[in-house]
């Protein structure tokens, strides 16, 4: 949680108030890797499933701590895409 001087607010609600500029950073960076950079995707085929994935993340921090979380369709259908558009599990890695 963030304290600020009005109110502490969650990792969840900055995660979610944040999405634009974070997926922004996110692509900027990808975009400097030149491994990553050799694989030809439009920004939609590189960046489409950010928002569906980190709408994962948040709904995971904000779970109970005594509840399991389901696991994540989206993480898995985005890591079964990059396999077909040729990444490497190094480049997996990196990104």
């Known amino acids: 949680m963030i304290e600020t001087a009005d109110a502490v607010e969650s990792v ?3 995660l979610d108030r944040e999405l634009k500029p974070l997926i922004a950073d996110w692509l900027g960076r990808v975009e400097e890797v030149p491994d990553l ?9 590189r960046m489409g499933h950010l928002p569906k994935l980190m ?12 509840m399991k ?5 989206s993480a ?4 079964e895409l990059q396999n077909k558009q040729g990444y490497t599990v190094e480049m997996l890695i990196e990104e």
């Open 55 to 66: 709408h994962d993340v948040t709904a995971r921090v904000r779970l109970d701590t005594e």
């Open 69 to 73: 979380a389901r696991i994540s369709e």
């Open 37 to 45: 950079k050799r694989i030809p995707l439009n920004r939609e085929e």
């Open 12 to 14: 969840a609600n900055v």
């Open 76 to 79: 898995g259908r985005h890591g």
